[in-house]
Nanobody
Framework: VQLQAFGGGLVQAGGSLRLSCAAS????????MGWYRQAPGKQRELVAD???????NYGDSVKGRFTISRDNAKNTVYLQMNSLRPEDTANYYC?????????WGKGTQVTVSS
């Protein structure tokens, strides 16, 4: 399973960004897809994840501001990030679990200026 993420960048506080991540490879169906983030000097933390049936789970710091969605036919997950804050600055990683194994994409940097 390969994961490729797009959409990071630099944005001012209060702005929005949309991340996307596509899974490819010899895959039949993927249940859980999600996003994690890691800021310098901090542990990697869950941002949000979503099951193939659409059940979502969010980290407390992003609830009400971020929305995760997916296109099962394309094995693609999206993260709409609104009302961004400087503390959202981090490297964002796409994640999935397939056949019991975790897979990670290369991170995409999100920088929010104050």
């Amino acid at each position: 399973v390969q994961l490729q993420a797009f959409g990071g960048g630099l944005v001012q506080a209060g702005g929005s960004l949309r991340l996307s991540c596509a899974a490819s490879g010899s895959i039949f169906s993927i249940n859980l897809m999600g996003w994690y983030r890691q800021a310098p000097g901090k542990q990697r933390e869950l941002v949000a994840d979503i099951t193939s049936s659409g059940r979502t789970n969010y980290g407390d710091s992003v609830k009400g501001r971020f929305t995760i969605s997916r296109d099962n036919a394309k094995n693609t997950v999206y993260l709409q990030m609104n009302s961004l804050r400087p503390e959202d600055t981090a490297n964002y990683y796409c994640n999935t679990v397939y056949a019991g194994m975790p897979y990670w994409g290369k991170g995409t940097q999100v920088t929010v200026s104050s």
